[in-house]
């Protein structure tokens, strides 16, 4: 009796307000122009970040006449490979490209493993002498020994015409240094407290605790890194002396300034001329190509891997 009384008070209280399965609500007026133009605003910003490159690929396959009229936008006008084939066909090219790809690895490993080391120690306040030590970080960020006193160390500790010479000084960079240090600092204490009482060494802690759970700011980090490495070229040319150590960086830009020579001497080739017109574009498709493949794999880490580093708990 109880229940059914109960069945048809409860019956009662929902007859005004009837629950409608499958009921959608509907956008506003006001949304639905918000969305619109945000739409759009994102394809224009969308179309204004990818033309510059799409116009650089266009160039590297159009020829000279189109390219120094101005004719090409979008798509290739008078295809024309010629500049591929000059310096695809370069033995030296693909000595400096594996270069260049040995530089990144070792100089990117490198870097990481010490970031990432120094980046934990100054995570933790009780370590003595933090202050200073992130003090002594920053003022390098601002203030640094110069050229030619750069110049002497790394001739005076034999690191010339070798990796070392531009591995070593670009080891730590003093931004990625504070982003993994602030991603350090935001991870629970509890975890570490929890491995220490199960017996875990400092080290067995960073490296079986933190670093699994630090992808996201690691793969970051690895970006970061390869990308400086990649498109380093000015230390390579500074203490490199054998065009077998250089980077493909100085190769292309050794091969701008003879092609920009070449056109301004009397008498060049068509071969020379169709060479010098778009070899800017050319040499930037090469050099930014290995990068964009790399990215879509480590893309989905790098949106949460700058921002976790970046909240304060």
């Known amino acids: 009796m109880v229940t059914t009384q109960a069945s048809e008070l409860a019956d009662k209280i929902t007859e005004p307000y009837p629950i409608r399965k499958n009921a959608l609500l509907k956008d506003s007026r006001g949304y639905r122009i918000f969305r619109v133009v945000n739409i759009t605003v994102l394809y224009l910003i969308m179309f204004v970040t990818l033309y510059p490159f799409i116009n650089i690929v266009a160039q590297s396959f159009s020829s000279e006449g189109f390219i120094n009229s101005g004719q090409v936008n979008l798509f290739p006008r008078g295809f024309n490979v010629e500049t591929y084939k000059t310096v695809m066909a370069d033995s030296m090219f693909w000595v400096n490209y594996r270069n260049t790809v040995l530089y990144t690895v070792v100089g990117t490993v490198i870097a990481l493993v010490m970031t990432t080391m120094f980046a934990y120690a100054l995570s933790k306040k009780h370590l003595k002498g933090r202050n200073a030590f992130i003090l002594i970080a ?39 240094l504070l982003v993994m240090k602030a991603f350090f600092e935001n991870m629970p204490e509890e975890l570490e407290e929890a491995a220490a009482i199960d017996g875990l060494s400092t080290y067995g802690t960073l490296f079986r605790i933190v670093l699994p759970l630090s992808k996201a700011v690691i793969a970051t980090m690895t970006l970061f890194y390869a990308v400086s490495f990649w498109n380093s070229w000015f230390a390579a040319f500074l203490y490199m002396d054998k065009r077998e150590l250089y980077p493909v960086t100085v190769y292309l830009r050794n091969l701008i300034k003879g092609a920009e020579t070449a056109t301004s001497v009397g008498g060049a080739g068509a071969e020379v001329s169709a060479v010098a017109a778009n070899i800017q574009s050319v ?7 290995p990068i964009i493949m790399l990215y879509p794999f480590i893309q989905k880490y790098f949106v949460s891997g700058v921002m976790l580093g970046a909240v304060k708990g």
């Open 138 to 176: 920053v003022f390098t960020m601002f203030f640094n020994g110069g050229l030619i006193p750069n110049y002497v160390l790394i001739n005076a500790l034999g690191f010339k015409n070798t990796l070392w010479a531009i591995v070593v000084p670009n080891a730590i960079s003093i931004f990625n």
């Open 283 to 289: 040499t930037m498709v090469l050099t930014v190509l």
